[in-house]
């Protein structure tokens, strides 16, 4: 049984490969694809502190996390159509003015 | 393990970023085989110190090792691919590798339950959106990233804040902590006739009911809400009258 801590850092590696990509991508779908990845790394991170705490609570929270992504996917490619349909394009720059 | 080892990782991690910036798309002449090397040196790199320095020596290291590089390698892809759909193919290739870790963390069901929701649903969801709204080509905006110097260094900063901190000072448990009273694990000695996946459900739905009710609410708002917003008509404003109606666009270009 691996210990915790080299879960700890591919955790965070997949994380911080996720934040990249959100900040770097401008395709709307890219970057939401970016913000699993870093669910991804997460839910490492949280099983690997259940392991490392020999307890179940991290493993129940990531099935908590997994309903938070899959409300996040939903609604987040819903409204992604959605500016598709206006706009026409998947660029995020189109919709730089929302920046106020 | 000893107080060189966040130094070695901090470096590691410095090449890593080298290598996912020059991977970007970008503008003017590409440096692809640089990015590639760099990402392969800090790979090799990272393998090399987990295995000498902080990986606790048991035989399924091995598989350790495997899995949190072809996880690693398919993350920097997802991020780094200028095709939407390919990204999404090697995000397919995480969720796998991930999977994996967590089985051999003895998280069986969660690791079911993350292919079936992720590779399963949400991918499933994803692959639909890019086959929907991709345009012809490849435009634009999927060639060129926006400010790969600052998010790189970003990245370089949350990994090495992490990762060096944790291999710097490990975690220790506090104690008592071992004799908490929800102490179920699959192997563990006390509860030999319990699996992984009775026991998750017995804590969820005893300890974390309440959670799960709010998690289903929440599951049936999202549902209702992602209905509401796919049936609403909004009036398009596209800049010219070149682009194609939504879902001509298999029928027309071949998509990929």
Redesign the interface.
């Known amino acids: 049984?691996?210990?915790?801590?080299?879960?700890?850092?591919?955790g965070?590696?997949?994380?911080?490969?996720?934040?990249?990509?959100f900040?770097?991508?401008?395709?709307l779908?890219?970057m939401?694809?970016?913000t699993?990845?870093m669910f991804?790394g997460v839910?490492?991170n949280v099983?690997?502190?259940?392991?490392?705490?020999?307890?179940?609570?991290g493993?129940?929270f990531?099935?908590?996390l997994?309903?938070?992504?899959?409300?996040e996917?939903?609604?987040a490619?819903?409204?992604?159509?959605?500016l598709?349909?206006?706009?026409?394009?998947?660029?995020?720059?189109v919709w730089s003015m929302m920046r106020g | 393990m000893n107080d060189m080892t966040p130094y070695i990782?901090y470096s590691l991690?410095a090449a890593?970023a080298v290598a996912?910036y020059f991977r970007?798309p970008r503008a003017g002449e590409s440096k692809l085989g640089v990015g590639a090397i760099f990402g392969i040196a800090s790979l090799v790199g990272l393998l090399a110190v987990?295995h000498t320095r902080?990986?606790?020596p048991?035989d399924?290291?091995w598989y350790?090792y495997l899995f949190?590089t072809i996880?690693?390698a398919a993350?920097?892809r997802?991020?780094?691919h200028p095709r939407?759909i390919w990204?999404?193919m090697y995000?397919i290739l995480?969720?796998i590798a991930?999977a994996a870790?967590?089985v051999?963390?003895?998280?069986e069901?969660?690791a079911i339950?993350?292919v079936i929701?992720?590779a399963g649903?949400?991918l499933v969801?994803?692959l639909f959106?890019?086959m929907?709204?991709?345009?012809s080509g490849s435009?634009?905006?999927?060639r060129?990233?926006?400010?790969?110097f600052?998010?790189?260094v970003?990245?370089?900063l949350?990994?090495g804040v992490?990762?060096g901190k944790?291999?710097e000072s490990?975690?220790a448990?506090p104690s008592g902590?071992?004799q908490?009273s929800?102490?179920?694990?699959a192997d563990?000695a006390n509860a030999p006739e319990l699996g992984?996946t009775l026991?998750?459900g017995n804590?969820?739905m005893t300890r974390?009911v309440v959670?799960l009710e709010i998690?289903g609410a929440?599951?049936l708002i999202?549902?209702i809400?992602?209905i509401a917003?796919?049936r609403?008509n909004?009036?398009?404003?596209?800049?010219d009258g070149s682009?194609m109606p939504?879902g001509q666009l298999g029928k027309e270009v071949d998509p990929y």
Do not use: C, W
């Not at chain 2, 929907?132 to 345009?135: I, K, T």
């Not at chain 2, 435009?139 to 999927?142: F, S, T």
């Open positions: 049984m691996p210990g915790a801590t080299e879960y700890i850092i591919v965070a590696i997949l994380f911080a490969l996720g934040a990249v990509g900040l770097t991508r401008r395709n779908i890219v939401f694809l970016s699993e990845v991804q839910v490492v099983v690997a502190f259940a392991r490392f705490h020999h307890n179940l609570q493993q129940a990531a099935l908590f997994l309903v938070i992504a899959a409300v996917a939903g609604l490619l819903g409204m992604i159509m959605l598709f349909k206006r706009k026409r394009t998947l660029d995020v720059d | 990782l991690f890593g996912v970007m987990l902080i990986a606790a048991v399924s290291r350790f949190s996880a690693i993350a920097a997802v991020v780094t939407p990204s999404a995000f995480v969720v991930v870790l967590l051999l963390f003895g998280a069901f969660v339950a993350v929701i992720y649903a949400i969801t994803y959106v890019i929907l709204a991709q345009q435009p634009m905006y999927d060129r990233a926006r400010e790969p600052a998010a790189v970003a990245g370089f949350i990994t992490i990762a944790i291999a490990p975690p448990l902590v071992a908490a929800d102490m179920i694990l563990s992984n026991a998750i804590m969820v974390y959670a998690a929440l599951l999202s549902m809400g992602a917003l796919s609403k909004v009036p398009s404003e596209a800049f682009a939504l």
